[in-house]
């Protein structure tokens, strides 16, 4: 019998959190070390939107390099995990609510890699992506994580990976700062999951200017809903890396279980 897996949402921020050793990146790495092993980690990026909803399967995804003007060494950052055709078949099996393709271009995008580089730095564990479909709306992607929650009592840890706060329109380039509408619905969203609240998350649009400035492309905050859609009744919650930083990026991270 495989032990039953916690459920994460991971603020990933800067790409550069994969080789900086900083507070974020020692949170990841404390996490991944409090983790009971997974069988095979599904992955929810906020860097792979689709037409449809896809799952890499691939037996050796490839490291995407998703990002621009970056100091040379992070591109020469590898994460060779293997991928799972068995868990794309699980995948396929549980989602009920749309068709799933399995897709054979796509790898790991840093939205992935990056984390789990922290958090699994032995690429030990097999890892499948899983896509956001662009054309489904936040109830939606929230009863997709619903769904998935079945994997997690087969050994596979699911992890979601994008950005509370994602507004790089109006980012500060300095470490620690933070404006106060950013701060303000950091913490309104850690109440509602604190106390539970799927509707106000899933709704997060009816939250006036606040919710639109910090919202700025829900790519980002949609993986967080698949996360709320996968925790359990009786699931201890708690967060790590709780923080707003660059004026507009929230790097608070949630653990279900």
């Known amino acids: 019998m495989s032990e039953k897996m916690p459920v994460l949402f991971v603020g990933h921020g800067n790409p550069m959190n994969a080789i900086e050793t900083n507070e974020y990146s020692q949170a990841w790495e404390a996490m991944g070390q409090s983790l009971p092993k997974p069988r095979a980690i599904l992955a929810v990026s906020a860097h792979w939107e689709t037409n449809g909803t896809r799952v890499t399967a691939v037996e050796r995804p490839r490291t995407i390099y998703d990002f621009y003007g970056f100091p040379r060494e992070l591109y020469e950052v590898t994460y060779p995990a293997p991928g ?8 396929r099996k549980a989602i ?14 840093h939205g992935t890699w990056s984390v789990l580089k922290r958090m699994f730095p032995q690429a030990d564990v097999p890892v499948v992506q899983f896509s956001l479909d662009r054309s489904r709306n936040p109830l939606a992607h929230y009863q997709l994580g619903q769904q998935l929650q079945e994997l997690r009592e087969e050994g596979v840890l699911i992890i979601s990976s994008g950005n509370i706060v994602h507004n790089l329109r109006a980012v500060i380039w300095q470490e620690g700062a933070k404006y106060d509408w ?5 913490t309104r969203v ?3 999951i604190l106390n539970d609240e799927s509707e106000p998350l899933i709704n997060f649009e009816r939250h006036g200017q606040e919710a639109a400035l910090a919202i700025n492309s829900a790519e980002h905050y949609l993986p967080l809903l698949y996360t709320i859609g996968a925790r359990q009744a009786g699931d201890p919650v708690s967060f790590f890396a709780d923080k707003v930083t660059y004026g507009s990026l929230s790097m608070r991270s949630v653990r279900f279980g």
């Open 84 to 91: 799972s055709p068995a868990l794309v078949e699980t995948v």
């Open 96 to 109: 009920k609510l749309t068709s799933v393709e399995p897709d054979y271009a796509w790898g790991l995008d």
């Open 190 to 192: 850690k109440n509602w």
């Open 182 to 186: 950013a701060e303000s619905f950091d």
